[in-house]
């Protein structure tokens, strides 16, 4: 692995969040207040000067308590949330996995949502349109492809979500915890699916309170707490530092 470019590469990022002490009841009430600075806020650091590098073809595994920081750092690389300070560079295309039903609209049926989460992630229609029935057996929910979203169970949307992100192989796949929902058949499946890709080069950053799940699939970990990162080596290594906490 050359690590001389990493696809990867989170240097010194922090992410502050401002968390409101009252409740106001209109967004007009929450600006004029906000204009004349009458709102107090505590600042809530999520993370304080994370940094690490990914190379290409690596799978690395996030670990930590809930709090910890971990999904942020994922949104953070994923583009969806900017850093207070620092940055990150991602040098390839990126599908997140990182909330079930993100992306997603519920009163459209799965059917729709398959075109509307991929065109999120940037897949032409006509891409979608050639592999539509590999996205409906491998979610396994050929009878409810015309059923809106919003009468499916979690595992439900977690399928589909995994389905349409990984019809393509992307540079970098994030996952959050979404291998946790579903049975156990369909979690092994989606665990084949990641080893086919990572055998075909994709980068994979992974969340899961599983070490299992980790061990099986990482090779490489990073353990946070309260924002920080404690430490960064083999998954083995790692996780047994967590298991100890």
Same mark, same amino acid.
């Given at each position: 692995?050359? !690590?001389?470019?990493?696809?990867?590469?989170?240097? =010194?990022?922090?992410? !502050?969040?401002?968390?409101?002490?009252?409740?106001?009841?209109?967004?007009?009430?929450?600006?004029?207040?906000?204009?004349?600075?009458?709102?107090?806020?505590?600042? %809530?650091?999520?993370?304080?000067?994370?940094? %690490?590098?990914? #190379?290409? #073809?690596?799978?690395?595994?996030?670990?930590?308590?809930?709090?910890?920081?971990?999904?942020?750092?994922?949104?953070?690389?994923?583009?969806?949330?900017?850093?207070?300070?620092?940055?990150?560079?991602?040098?390839?295309?990126?599908?997140?996995?990182?909330?079930?039903?993100? @992306? %997603?609209?519920?009163?459209?049926?799965?059917?729709?949502?398959?075109?509307?989460?991929?065109?999120?992630? @940037?897949?032409?229609?006509?891409?979608?349109?050639?592999?539509? &029935?590999?996205?409906?057996?491998?979610?396994?929910? =050929?009878? %409810?492809? *015309?059923?809106?979203?919003?009468?499916?169970?979690?595992?439900?949307?977690?399928?589909?979500?995994?389905?349409?992100?990984?019809?393509?192989?992307?540079?970098?796949?994030?996952?959050?915890?979404?291998?946790?929902? &579903? =049975?156990?058949?369909?979690?092994?499946?989606?665990?084949?699916?990641?080893?086919?890709?990572?055998?075909?080069?994709?980068?994979?950053?992974?969340?899961?309170?599983?070490? *299992?799940?980790?061990?099986?699939?990482?090779?490489?970990?990073?353990?946070?707490?309260?924002?920080? !990162?404690?430490? *960064?080596?083999?998954?083995?290594?790692?996780?047994?530092?967590?298991?100890?906490?």
């Amino acid at each position: 692995m050359d !690590m001389k470019e990493p696809i990867v590469e989170v240097n =010194d990022v922090s992410m !502050m969040f401002r968390l409101y002490r009252e409740n106001v009841d209109s967004l007009k009430e929450f600006l004029i207040k906000k204009i004349k600075r009458q709102i107090a806020y505590d600042e %809530f650091w999520a993370l304080k000067n994370v940094s %690490f590098q990914v #190379g290409r #073809g690596e799978a690395v595994g996030l670990v930590g308590k809930n709090g910890s920081g971990k999904s942020t750092l994922l949104k953070t690389i994923a583009g969806v949330l900017k850093p207070t300070t620092g940055n990150v560079l991602v040098r390839g295309t990126v599908a997140p996995m990182i909330e079930l039903g993100a @992306g %997603f609209d519920m009163d459209l049926t799965a059917k729709e949502n398959i075109f509307l989460n991929g065109a999120l992630l @940037g897949y032409p229609k006509e891409m979608l349109e050639e592999n539509m &029935g590999r996205i409906i057996e491998f979610s396994e929910l =050929d009878q %409810f492809m *015309d059923v809106p979203i919003k009468n499916f169970s979690s595992g439900m949307i977690a399928r589909l979500g995994f389905a349409v992100a990984t019809i393509y192989t992307p540079d970098i796949l994030i996952v959050d915890e979404i291998l946790s929902v &579903g =049975d156990w058949q369909f979690q092994a499946k989606c665990h084949r699916r990641i080893q086919e890709m990572l055998e075909q080069g994709t980068t994979l950053l992974f969340v899961s309170h599983s070490m *299992d799940q980790v061990k099986e699939v990482c090779s490489r970990a990073i353990l946070l707490s309260h924002g920080q !990162m404690l430490m *960064d080596d083999a998954v083995e290594k790692v996780c047994e530092r967590y298991g100890e906490a």
